[in-house]
């Protein structure tokens, strides 16, 4: 099982390892600190969900409703757009937008006051509670094997299962099949660079606010935080994007 990189304070300076924060154990199943930062921004999602749509009419009484209807419209647009159907649109306007949401709210929970700060003290060292989440790998694989099933089945019901197979595996001439092995790889490789990404990016992130709030605390770390800010939305709209544009090369016909 993949573990978070930790990145805290030591009685010598700051210290980067390998181990998950596990807060506990449920019928021998570890429950870390990420786990708990993702089941509670399940939770809030949920709430505003709804606390939004109690009150939807069909005609929008409110600026609330509007702004809404013009930001799922606005992204179905652009998804039918990109790949070229109204019909497709729908079909993966959902996991495209859930992919999107989830990991926005899952970095920005990350950042808000008091994530880290909370948890039981073991020997002087300090087990949090939450933890950023894409700060785990497990986390940030996960996503990339939903977004990697969705692409496969994606490609599958659009073309049928022989034909979407025939882009990796040509035995038309020595050529097609050598340029279908590379798609397959490449099509492999996506769990990698997806899940890699994220954490990669999030990680690095942390570790830079733990290190400027080691050496320069209160006031310099406060851009930094608004820059983390803005990165978590980046890298929500990266992964989605590139959730699309994959989904759009699957369901194009082989050629």
Known sequence: MFGLIETAYAAEGISVKLAPYVVGETFGVPITSTMITTWLTMGLLLVLVLVGTRRLALVPAGRLQNVFEMVVGGVHDYMADVLESKQLARTYFPIVMTIFLFVLSLNWVGLLPGVTAFGTYDLGHLTPWLYPAATDLNITLAFALIAFVTIEMAGV???????????????????????????????????????????????????????????????????????????????????????????????????
């Open 157 to 255: 019901v659009a073309l049928g299962t022989f034909r979407y197979l025939g882009k990796f595996f040509n035995f038309h001439s020595p050529l097609g099949f050598i340029i279908g092995i590379i798609e397959l790889i490449s099509e492999m490789a996506r769990l990698i660079s997806f899940s890699f990404r994220l954490f990669g990016n999030i990680f690095a992130g942390k570790t830079l606010l733990v290190v400027i709030m080691f050496f320069v605390p209160y006031v310099v770390p406060v851009p930094l935080i608004a820059f983390e800010v803005f990165v978590g939305f980046i890298q929500a709209f990266i992964f989605s994007v590139l959730t699309l544009f994959f989904i759009k090369l699957a369901v194009t016909e082989p050629h």
